[in-house]
């Protein structure tokens, strides 16, 4: 079995997220999703880079391949858009700008930022969530995805890659929705999924995407006000 990176957990400790955030956006490429380990009841941000790559193991730890055997793959279906429509939080990583083309550069450098000083230096980030009720600049109301996607699935800031709600799994093929959690005696927290079919699954994407839903009514009706 091979060697696998996953992000160290994040502190307490902005400054050291945001370095650690783009440490991670350095390897965006070889990024291979978000996996919770039930074996360590942790969340595992997972990096395959090629050999040869430098890896700074301030932020990143090497674990076995093995590990990720009974692991659940964290998924985030079409339909949802939660995390993009109100509250987003959303930023990106001054690093993570090059390999967006220019009008998208241009676009982020015309946005609010904050430079902070981190272990490995001045760091600069993007706000993005500065759309009405913190709404993502790049989050497509009407379509319901993201604008980013169109310029390769690396494309999204480092920190959209790898946040999930952890409400959607798949593993071997089977879907598997969160049924609940409880936090060990060690501190760890403990995610009980289940296996449910594909209508169980739809079902939740529509609870789920409600929000997107009445926010896209809202925006569609202050559009039509805003033409008459
Ligand atoms: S709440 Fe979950 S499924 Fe919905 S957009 Fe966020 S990560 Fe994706
Ligand atoms: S960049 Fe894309 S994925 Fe991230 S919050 Fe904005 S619309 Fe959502």
Known sequence: MGKVYVL???????AWNIYALRE??????????????PRLKRLL???????????????????????????YKMECPRGCNRCCVIRSGAFIVENELRWLPKEVRDRITKQ?????????????IYRLDTETMGRCVFFDVEKGSCMLEKYGKHAK??????TYC???????GKLYLKKGYRVHRDGRTVIHYE????????????????????????????GEEAST
């Not at 956006?25 to 999703?33: C, N, P, S």
């Open 8 to 14: 160290k957990e994040p502190k307490k400790d902005k």
């Open 24 to 37: 991670a956006a350095r390897l965006k490429r070889w990024f291979q999703g978000v996996y919770y380990s």
């Open 45 to 71: 941000a997972v990096f395959k880079p090629t050999p040869g790559t430098h890896v700074n193991m301030l932020v990143f730890e090497e674990i076995g391949e093995s590990i990720l055997r009974d692991a």
């Open 112 to 124: 609010p930022s904050e430079l902070i000083r981190t272990p490995g230096g001045w760091v600069r």
């Open 157 to 162: 800031p480092v920190v959209c890659l790898l």
């Open 166 to 172: 952890t409400v959607f799994a798949t593993r071997d």
């Open 195 to 222: 296996e449910v079919d594909k209508r169980a699954w739809s079902r939740m994407v529509s609870r789920m995407g409600s929000v997107w839903v009445r926010y896209r009514k809202i925006y569609r009706e202050a």
